[in-house]
């Protein structure tokens, strides 16, 4: 059972940054995608959109509403995704979730979830 763990969450003025961590229990094979999404304030789970992800093939797929804001990284070492957010801004508020999709049928692994609160 993989476990996904985030960090890295908090308050922000609008125009600040912060950085997101996840960290998977082990070393994950077969996935077919690995990153971030989000769930805004008063969506529903089924709700929680794309933000960034590496998927398997070399690809990387970001939101248009983040592009060229944040950026996605991993340390295969350290089992490790990140989210670097710049210049965020209000709308960027949500609980923000690491997500690891495996095995040919995509089956998803969550983490707990960490708020973003952007805000003056």
């Known amino acids: 059972q993989v476990q996904l763990v985030e960090s890295g969450g908090g308050l922000v003025q609008p125009g600040g940054s912060l950085r997101l961590s996840c960290a998977a229990s082990?070393?994950?094979?077969?996935?077919?995608?690995l990153g971030w999404y989000r769930q805004a304030p008063g969506k529903q789970r089924e709700q929680r959109e794309l933000?960034?992800?590496?998927?398997?093939?070399?690809?990387?797929i970001y939101a248009d509403s983040v592009k060229g804001r944040f950026t996605i990284s991993r340390d295969n070492a350290k089992n490790t995704v990140y989210l670097q957010m710049d210049n965020l801004k209000p709308e960027d508020t949500a609980v923000y979730y690491c997500?690891?999709?495996?095995?040919?049928?995509?089956?998803?692994?969550w983490g707990q979830g960490t708020q973003v609160t952007v805000s003056s």
């Open positions: 933000v960034a992800v590496f998927r398997s093939g070399g690809s990387t």
């Open positions: 082990e070393t994950i094979f077969s996935i077919k995608s």
């Open positions: 997500n690891a999709a495996i095995g040919s049928s995509w089956y998803n692994y």
